[in-house]
C-alpha cells in the first residue's frame, strides 16, 4: 500500500518561495512517476509537474516552467516541488500523485495514488 503525504504549504506574498514535499511509503519514487497538481477555487484539478527517475525526465505545466522545479531525495523517500516567483494564479491546493508507470502522465487518471493536499495562497 503507497501512502503519499505532503506538507510545506502556506500563505506566502508574490514573488516569494516555498518548497512543497511529498513523503511516500512503498518505494514508488524510484521507478515509476511523481507528479504534483494543483487545484484552484472554483476550478478542476490541473498538471503542474511530474518526473520520472527511471529515464529521468521532467515535464511541467507552461505557466511553471522557469519558476517550479521537480526534485526527489531517494534516501528521504521524498519528491520536493520548489516554487519561485510565485503568483497570486498559483493559489490552489497541491497534490502529490505516484503510480508505477513511469510514463508522465498530464492527466489525473494516470496516477493511482493521491495525497490528502496541502493548500498554497499567494497573496498579491
Known amino acids: 500500500q503507497v501512502q503519499l503525504v505532503e506538507s510545506g504549504g502556506g500563505l506566502v506574498q508574490a514573488g516569494d518561495s516555498l518548497r512543497l514535499s511529498c513523503v511516500a511509503s512503498?518505494?514508488?519514487?524510484?521507478?515509476?512517476?511523481v507528479a504534483w497538481f494543483r487545484q484552484g477555487p472554483g476550478k478542476e484539478r490541473e498538471f503542474v509537474a511530474a518526473?520520472?527517475?527511471?529515464?529521468?525526465?521532467?515535464r511541467y505545466e507552461d505557466s511553471v516552467k522557469g519558476r517550479f522545479m521537480i526534485s526527489r531525495d531517494n534516501a528521504k523517500n521524498t519528491v520536493y516541488l520548489q516554487m519561485n516567483n510565485l503568483k497570486p494564479e498559483d493559489t490552489a491546493v497541491y497534490y502529490c500523485a505516484a503510480d508505477r508507470n513511469w510514463v508522465l502522465s498530464t492527466v489525473t487518471s494516470g496516477y493511482d495514488y493521491w495525497g490528502q493536499g496541502t493548500q498554497v495562497t499567494v497573496s498579491s
Open positions: 512503498g518505494g514508488i519514487f524510484s521507478s515509476g512517476a
Open positions: 518526473g520520472s527517475w527511471y529515464n529521468g525526465r521532467t
